[in-house]
C-alpha cells in the first residue's frame, strides 16, 4: 500500500510539488516579486509540453513513465540535455515561451566539456537568480573568488567577510555508473522545479547558492546500459587518478567552482541509500566535510524521508576511504561535503527519478538554510589545511559511524612537503607534476641544492640528503594539503580493518617514482624556491650531434624509445648506467643515432617536450649499446573476436565490455600514447594460426587469458623461439608460458590465506635483466587483488627475478609478510627460449591504467633487444648492395639462437596451482565466543535465498567467520545493501567484528 502510494506520487507533479513545499521562512529577506504560497512559472515549458510535440520520438512521455529496472524508463543522455538546453533558452531569452520574455528570477549558463569517447556530448549547467548568474564569472566574479579562497591566494578574512553577500556554489551530478540513470531524470526535474518555483522559498536558495547541474558524467554507460567508460572503466574508480576523458575534463572545473556540496546520485537493486555514511574515512577528509555530510544534509534527509514514510537506509559498508569516488575525490579536492545517493531500481522508474529528486531538493534546502554557517566553516577549512601543512601535522583518523568506537592505527609521522626529483623517472614525475597543478596544488622548484634532513625517500629511512636544484617541492603548508596527502602518501593509514575496494593506492609508489619522497622536518630557513605553472622539462638538443640520449627510467621515456622507433630513427639502448654530458643515466638509457633522426626529419625538441623527458646531445656512444627494434605488438583477446573498442568497434557499438583486453589497449594506445598501429588485438584464431610469426610481430602481450595446450600454444613457443618477447600476467599469463613449455614457474598458496586487496610492497629489482632496465633506484610491486600470483621460488629454474617482495607493506595486508610469506618471493620473472623471451608478471600491470611503473616492466619487456651489445667504438659500415642499414650493419648476430625443433620442450597442459583465494568472498570474522550473535545477526539481516545458500562458516580456536561464497562478484551496490544489514545487527548485538571483507 505504502509503495503504490509513493509510486503514483512520483507520477504526479502534484505530490512533486508537495514534496517542495517551502521550508519555514528563515531569517534572510526574502527577495523581491516571489510569492509566498507556491506557484509556477507556467511560461517555462515542461518536459511534457516540451515534448509534447512529438518533435524528438526518443523521449519518454509522460516524464517519470516506464515500469522497474534501469532501461525501460530512461532517455538518452542527448534527450536529457536537449530539454536542459530548451530550460536554458526560454529562462535566458524566453524562447519558446508563451510570453516570449525571459525569466525574472532565474538565469541559466552552459559549460560544455567537450565530448565523450564515443562522441556524446558533455555539459553541465549552472543556475541560480540573473544577478548570481551575471557575477559568476565576470562582475563581483564569484566563482573566481571562491576559487581563490579554496587556492588560498584570498585570505581567510576576506573569505568570511563574503559568506553573508556572495552565493555558494554547489553540485549536483549524475551517472557516473551508466546502468544507474534515473538521477539525470531527477535533476531534470529538480531543474523544472528550481526555474519555476515563484515562492520565497525557491527563491532564497537561488539567491543564496549557484547550483551546478550534471545529468550525466557517463552518457557512453548510460545510452548503452553499461557501469563503466566506453573503455570498460570504472568512473567511480577513476575520478582521482582521471584516465578517462570524461573525468578529466571534469576534475579541474572543482578548482573553479569549489562548492559546498557535491552529489553523485547512483543506483543499486532496492531500497535507498544516502548519508550518514560508514566508516572507515580517510583521515585527510576536512571536519567541515565530516560534519556538514553526517550532522546536517545526513538527518535531514532522514527527516525528510520519514516525513514522507519512504523506505531509506544510512552507513552502508562501503568507504570515503579511497580518493577515487564521485564523493571521497570532491570532498578532498574542493572541501565539498562530498555524497553518495543510491536509489535502488526495484520500483517504477518514475519513484527511482523522485527518491532521487526528494533528496537533492532537500540537500539544496538545508544547504540554503544553513548557509552563512556552512560557508563560514567552508571558508575556515582552507586555512586551517595550511595551518596543519605548516606544523607538519597530518589529521588523525576519526569515526564517523555510531557502528565503531575502537581506532587500530594513526598516521604515524609528520610530512612538511613532498620533493620529486627532476632528473630521475622525469616524464613520470612531470605528469604527476601537471595532475597536481591542474587541481590547484601549488608546486614549487628548488632555486639551488638544499642539503636537507629528515629526508625520507619513499620506502626508505629518514636521512640527510641533497636534494639537487629544480627538485620539485610541494610543501604541505598550503590549502590543498588533504590532497596532497591522499594522494602521494606512502600509507593511507587505515583507521580498522574494514575494507571494501583497494586499501592502499599512492601514486608516487604505482608510479614507481623511487629517489623521491618527503620530509618528516621543514627545508631549512633561508632555502629559496620559486613556483612553477609547468615542469617544462623537455629540452632541445643540439641540431647536430651524433649520438642523443636520454634515460627510460619512465613510461614517458619508453613512450618516447616507441616514437623515435615509429618514425624510422635506430634506437639503441645501453645495458649499464653511464655519466655523459654531465649528468648521471640510468640502465637502459635511450641511445639514439643523430644522423637518422635528421635523415628521417624528426623534431626532437617536440618530442621531448611532449614527453617531458630530457634529451642530451653527445658526440660518440658513451658505452656497449643494444639495437633495439620497431615493436609490432600483438595484443591478445583471449577469445574468437575482437571486443568491440573505441578503436576497433567492429559490429558493437564502440561500448567496450571485454575489462582486462580494454584496460591494457586503453592503457597502452591512449594512456601511454602508444602508436595504435603498433598495437593489434590478436584472436585465439590469429594465434593458432600462427599470425604472430607470419605477421611479424615483435611482442605479444597476454593479459591474464588462458591460451590451452594445442595449436595456440604451438604457436606461442614457436614465436618466442624464434625470437619474440611474450609478456603474461596472472594466473592465465603464466599457465599459458607453462603449457608453451616456455617456463616451469609455478604458484603456491600460502597457508593461512593472504588477503592483499590492493597493497603495496617494497620491493628489489635487478637491472642485470632488460625488463629491470631504469631501475636503479628501486621499485615496488603493487598486487591489485589478493588472488594476484604467489610464486614459488623454487621453480624459476633458469628464468632471471627480474622484481621480488621485499619485507615491508605501506599499508594493510593479512598474513603475507615474514618468513615463508612474500618476503623475497618473486613478482617478476624473466625466462629465455631459443632467441626470445617470456616476462612472467604475477599481478595486471595495467590496473585501471594506475600503474606507470608496471607499465615500463611491460615496456622493458616489449622492447628487450635480441642481439649481442655493440660495442661503444662499432664502425658504421652499412653494405647497401645487401639491402643493409646502418643498424643492421652494426647489429651482432643473436646473442640466443633459436632451439631446433627436436630441442624444443613438449607443449602439454600444466596449469599452475589453483588459487584458494578468499578475496571473491564477503567475509566477516568476530571472537570465536560471539560466534552464536554473528548467527544471530545473520539471521536477521534477513537474506535472499540466492545468498543464504552461498552461506559458509569457518572457526577457529579464537575466530569465527560469516562467509558468502563468490558473493563479492556481484555489482558492489547491491552487496553494500546487504552487508549493511548484517553489520547493522552486529553493531545492535554490541559485536565488533575483527575484520570484514565487504
Ligand atoms: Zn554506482
Request: charged share 20%.
Amino acid at each position: 500500500m505504502l509503495r503504490r502510494r509513493l509510486l503514483a506520487a512520483a507520477l504526479s507533479a502534484a505530490a512533486i510539488i508537495g514534496a517542495g513545499m517551502p521550508a519555514a521562512a528563515n531569517a534572510q529577506a526574502d527577495p523581491a516579486q516571489c510569492t509566498p504560497d507556491l506557484q509556477y512559472d507556467s511560461n517555462i515549458p515542461s518536459w511534457d509540453q516540451y515534448y509534447g510535440d512529438g518533435h524528438n520520438p526518443a523521449a519518454k512521455l509522460p516524464f517519470g513513465t516506464g515500469g522497474t529496472g534501469r532501461v525501460e524508463g530512461k532517455n538518452q543522455s542527448a534527450v536529457v540535455l536537449e530539454y536542459f538546453d530548451a530550460v536554458m533558452a526560454a529562462v535566458n531569452t524566453g524562447a519558446g515561451t508563451a510570453s516570449g520574455q525571459p525569466s525574472p528570477t532565474v538565469r541559466m549558463k552552459k559549460y560544455p566539456l567537450g565530448r565523450s569517447v564515443l562522441n556524446r556530448e558533455l555539459a553541465f549547467y549552472v543556475l541560480s537568480t540573473p544577478d548570481n548568474v551575471a557575477n559568476l564569472d565576470e562582475g563581483r566574479q564569484d566563482g573566481p573568488f571562491w576559487a581563490g579562497v579554496r587556492a588560498g591566494t584570498i585570505s581567510e578574512a576576506e573569505g568570511l567577510a563574503a559568506v553573508r553577500n556572495r552565493p555558494a556554489l554547489a553540485w549536483v551530478t549524475a551517472t557516473p555508473h551508466g546502468n544507474e540513470p534515473a538521477a539525470a531524470e531527477a535533476i531534470v526535474r529538480q531543474l523544472y522545479e528550481l526555474v519555476t518555483r515563484k515562492d520565497c522559498a525557491n527563491q532564497r536558495r537561488l539567491k543564496n547558492l549557484d547550483l551546478f547541474l550534471m545529468p550525466v558524467r557517463n552518457p557512453d554507460g548510460r545510452d548503452n546500459d553499461q557501469r563503466t567508460s566506453a573503455w570498460a572503466f570504472d568512473h567511480n574508480r577513476d575520478f582521482g587518478t582521471r584516465q578517462q576523458s570524461e573525468n578529466r575534463s571534469f576534475i579541474p572545473q572543482m578548482n573553479k567552482y569549489p562548492g559546498l556540496f557535491f552529489i553523485d546520485a547512483h543506483q543499486q537493486s532496492s531500497g535507498y541509500f544516502f548519508p550518514p555514511n560508514e566508516d572507515p574515512v580517510h583521515h585527510e577528509l576536512s571536519d567541515f566535510t565530516l560534519d556538514t555530510i553526517q550532522n546536517t544534509i545526513g538527518p535531514a534527509l532522514q527527516q525528510k524521508f520519514n516525513d514522507q514514510s519512504g523506505q531509506y537506509q544510512n552507513y552502508n559498508s562501503y568507504d570515503m576511504f579511497t580518493p577515487e569516488y564521485g564523493d571521497s575525490v570532491p570532498s578532498l579536492i574542493m572541501g565539498a561535503a562530498g555524497m553518495t545517493y543510491e536509489k535502488g531500481v526495484s520500483e517504477a522508474y518514475g519513484k527511482q527519478a523522485y527518491d532521487h529528486y526528494l533528496a537533492i531538493d532537500e540537500t539544496i534546502n538545508v544547504v540554503s538554510d544553513q548557509k552563512v554557517r556552512l560557508l563560514t566553516k567552508w571558508v575556515e577549512q582552507w586555512q586551517e589545511a595550511i595551518d596543519q601543512g605548516a606544523a607538519c601535522n597530518l589529521q588523525p583518523n576519526k569515526l564517523v559511524s555510531p557502528l565503531h568506537d575502537v581506532i587500530t592505527q594513526q598516521p604515524s609521522h609528520p610530512v612538511c612537503g613532498y620533493f620529486f626529483r627532476a632528473d630521475e623517472h622525469s616524464g613520470d614525475v612531470a605528469k604527476l607534476i601537471k595532475e597536481l597543478l591542474e587541481v590547484g596544488v601549488h608546486v614549487y622548484k628548488l632555486d639551488s641544492a638544499v642539503n636537507a634532513t629528515g629526508v625520507r625517500e619513499f620506502g626508505k629511512p629518514a636521512t640527510t640528503k641533497t636534494l639537487p636544484a629544480g627538485t620539485f617541492w610541494i610543501p604541505m603548508a598550503q590549502s590543498q594539503k588533504h590532497w596532497i596527502q591522499a594522494v602521494l602518501g606512502e600509507d593511507p593509514f587505515i583507521a580498522f580493518p574494514y575494507f571494501y575496494d583497494v586499501v592502499t593506492w599512492s601514486y608516487p609508489l604505482q608510479r614507481g617514482l623511487a629517489g623521491s619522497g618527503f620530509l618528516v622536518e621543514n627545508l631549512p630557513v633561508g632555502v629559496t624556491t620559486t613556483e612553477i605553472t609547468a615542469p617544462a622539462l623537455g629540452t632541445t638538443p643540439a641540431p647536430d650531434a651524433a649520438v642523443y640520449a636520454f634515460d627510460t627510467d619512465s613510461m614517458a621515456g619508453l613512450g618516447l624509445v616507441v616514437d623515435l622507433l615509429d618514425r624510422g630513427a635506430t634506437v639503441y639502448r645501453s645495458g649499464s648506467a653511464f655519466t655523459a654530458a654531465g649528468r648521471s643515466f640510468a640502465t637502459g638509457a635511450a641511445l639514439v643515432d643523430g644522423a637518422t633522426v635528421r635523415t628521417a626529419g624528426i623534431d626532437l625538441a617536440a618530442l621531448s617536450a611532449a614527453r617531458e623527458t630530457p634529451i642530451a646531445g653527445l658526440a660518440s656512444y658513451p658505452v656497449a649499446r643494444y639495437l633495439i627494434a620497431k615493436p609490432k605488438i600483438g595484443l591478445f583477446t583471449g577469445g574468437t573476436t575482437v571486443p568491440s573498442n573505441p578503436l576497433q568497434p567492429g559490429t558493437g557499438t564502440g561500448q567496450c565490455t571485454s575489462t582486462s583486453f580494454c584496460e591494457a589497449l586503453f592503457t597502452l594506445t591512449q594512456k601511454d600514447k602508444l602508436p595504435a598501429s603498433a598495437i593489434v588485438p590478436i584472436t585465439t584464431t590469429q594465434l593458432a594460426a600462427g599470425e604472430l610469426v607470419t605477421g611479424q610481430y615483435t611482442a605479444f602481450i597476454n593479459p591474464g587469458s588462458t591460451i590451452a595446450a594445442g595449436t595456440g600454444a604451438s604457436a606461442l613457443q614457436a614465436f618466442v623461439n624464434g625470437g619474440g618477447r611474450y609478456v603474461g600476467s596472472n594466473a592465465g599469463g603464466v599457465t599459458s608460458a607453462r603449457n608453451a613449455g616456455i617456463t616451469q614457474l609455478n604458484t603456491v598458496n600460502l597457508s593461512p590465506t593472504i588477503t592483499t586487496p590492493g597493497t603495496e610492497y617494497s620491493a628489489e629489482y635487478t637491472t642485470a635483466s632488460p625488463v629491470g632496465w631504469g631501475f636503479d633506484r628501486g621499485g615496488f610491486i603493487y598486487r591489485d587483488a589478493s588472488s594476484n600470483p604467489v610464486f614459488d621460488p623454487a621453480t624459476v629454474g633458469t628464468g632471471t627475478v627480474v622484481a621480488a617482495y621485499g619485507t615491508r607493506a605501506f599499508g594493510y595486508q593479512v598474513n603475507s609478510l615474514g618468513a615463508g610469506k612474500l618476503d623475497g618471493r618473486p613478482a617478476v620473472v624473466e625466462q629465455r627460449l631459443g632467441s626470445g623471451r617470456a616476462t612472467l608478471l604475477g599481478f595486471n600491470p595495467f590496473f585501471r591504467a594506475w600503474k606507470d611503473q608496471d607499465e615500463r616492466l611491460v615496456l622493458n619487456a616489449v622492447l628487450a633487444p635480441s642481439g649481442d651489445p655493440i660495442a661503444p667504438a662499432a664502425v658504421r659500415t652499412p653494405d647497401p648492395a645487401k639491402g643493409q642499414t646502418s643498424a643492421t650493419a652494426e647489429s651482432a648476430p643473436p646473442a640466443a639462437e633459436s632451439l631446433a625443433k627436436a630441442e624444443l620442450p613438449k607443449v602439454a597442459s600444466r596449469p599452475v596451482v589453483a588459487s584458494t583465494t578468499t578475496q571473491k568472498d564477503v567475509r566477516i570474522t568476530v571472537r570465536r565466543s560471539e560466534l552464536g550473535k554473528l548467527r544471530t545477526a545473520v539471521k536477521r539481516a534477513k537474506l535472499s535465498k540466492a545468498l543464504r545458500s552461498k552461506v559458509r562458516w569457518a572457526t577457529t580456536k579464537k575466530q569465527a567467520t560469516f562467509i558468502a561464497k563468490n558473493a563479492r562478484l556481484s555489482d558492489d551496490h547491491d552487496r553494500n545493501y546487504w552487508t549493511s544489514r548484517v553489520m547493522g545487527q552486529l553493531k545492535s548485538l554490541k559485536v565488533k567484528p575483527l575484520q570484514a571483507q565487504l
